[in-house]
């Protein structure tokens, strides 16, 4: 009997190690931000999860530049007040580009991502007319910058 709660109770450690030992990766945390922000508003997750995906995200669109702030801010990239945090941007950064463009390297990715980052911050804070705005200003920003650096 003592065997075979022995081997019950390894079995669940067992169990318990596998599941908190698999990675979660930026993309995956980024997913379960968007979804928890579009079911805490009432949101199509579909819907902004489309948007967000486009190359040039909508800056018309106060409903998509809410959800931007409320998923980066659960994911750490901004703060309340629409700070941006400049270290987090130059670690999630890399896997966008990457993702995009596969022929770039991690290490280059991530050069890529330090310039975009330095070049982009700051430029839309005073053009916006929200923190999302801005957020999705910026985001437009090294996205084209990139691009720009592909072509």
């Not at 750490?76 to 896997?95: F, R, S």
Request: charged share 25%.
């Amino acid at each position: 009997m003592i065997n075979m709660k022995i081997f019950v109770i390894l079995g669940l450690f067992v169990a318990y190690t596998q599941a908190t030992s698999e990675p979660i990766t930026v993309l995956d945390r980024i997913g379960q931000a968007q979804l928890a922000c579009a079911q805490e508003n009432g949101w199509d997750v579909n819907e902004m999860k489309e948007l967000a995906r486009k190359d040039v995200m909508p800056e018309d669109n106060d409903q998509f530049h809410d959800f931007i702030f409320c998923y980066w801010k659960k994911i750490n990239a901004v703060d309340e007040n629409g700070v941006i945090n400049k270290l987090q941007m130059k670690i999630i950064v890399p896997h966008f580009i990457t993702a995009k463009h596969p022929n770039v390297s991690e290490n280059d990715a991530t050069k890529l991502a330090d310039q975009a980052v330095d070049e982009c911050i700051g430029k839309t804070t005073t053009t916006a007319k929200s923190i999302g705005h801005s957020l999705v200003l910026f985001r437009n920003c090294f996205v084209q910058y990139v691009v720009d650096r592909q072509s």
